[in-house]
Every structure is written in structure tokens, then in C-alpha cells.
Nanobody, 118 residues
Framework: QVQLVESGGGLVQAGGSLRLSCAASRRTFLTRAMGWFRQAPGKEREFVADINWTGDSAYYADSVKGRFNISRDNAKNTVYLQMNSLKPEDTAVYYC???????????WGQGTQVTVSI
């Protein structure tokens, strides 16, 4: 059974930090790149960041570059998104994804809400 389970969302003040986690079943995790997307109310889902299978190459959307950091622990089948210097415009539901195509993942998590207050 394929599963991606996110955790770590919540409410934080602007300028604060949050760390999201996504635990994957081994079958999903193996050889796939892992990434994060987000969807704000009334907006389309957008790419945030991804990281390759070996964890040595990451790619970020311009809007989060320098503030967010993606990493993965293959021993734990888990990918992380460290979010620093959060802004109100980062408020969204954040989704974990796994796949071979950056903008068309094979699998999605259920999402976790991140709310950044002024």
C-alpha cells in the first residue's frame, strides 16, 4: 500500500519557523525524488521544493529559496521541509509528493495546514 503521511503543520507568527515531515512507505520512497507542494485558498497548487533519491541535489521555487530547506533520511523513509523566516504568504496546505517527474508526481500525501499570522 502506497502512503505518504505529513506532519508538523500548525500556526506560527511571521518570522518564525516550522519543520514539516513526510513519512513514506518503503515502496514509495525507493529511488523516487521527494518533494513538497502547497496550495493557498483560491489558488492553484504550486511546487515548493524537491530532492533527489540520493539527497545530494535539491531544487526550490524562487519564492522560498534561501528560507526553506528540504532534506531526506532514507534510513527512516522520511523527507523534511525546514521552513524559516515564514511570511503570511506562505500560508497554505502543504503536500508531500513522490515521483520521477518534478511537476507530475506519482503519489501525494493528504496535506498539512501551515498558517502564518502577522
Amino acid at each position: 500500500q502506497v502512503q505518504l503521511v505529513e506532519s508538523g503543520g500548525g500556526l506560527v507568527q511571521a518570522g518564525g519557523s516550522l519543520r514539516l515531515s513526510c513519512a513514506a512507505s518503503r515502496r514509495t520512497f525507493l529511488t523516487r525524488a521527494m518533494g513538497w507542494f502547497r496550495q493557498a485558498p483560491g489558488k492553484e497548487r504550486e511546487f515548493v521544493a524537491d530532492i533527489n533519491w540520493t539527497g545530494d541535489s535539491a531544487y526550490y521555487a524562487d519564492s522560498v529559496k534561501g528560507r526553506f530547506n528540504i532534506s531526506r533520511d532514507n534510513a527512516k523513509n522520511t523527507v523534511y521541509l525546514q521552513m524559516n523566516s515564514l511570511k503570511p504568504e506562505d500560508t497554505a496546505v502543504y503536500y508531500c509528493a513522490a515521483g520521477y517527474n518534478r511537476y507530475n508526481p506519482d503519489y501525494w500525501g493528504q496535506g498539512t495546514q501551515v498558517t502564518v499570522s502577522i
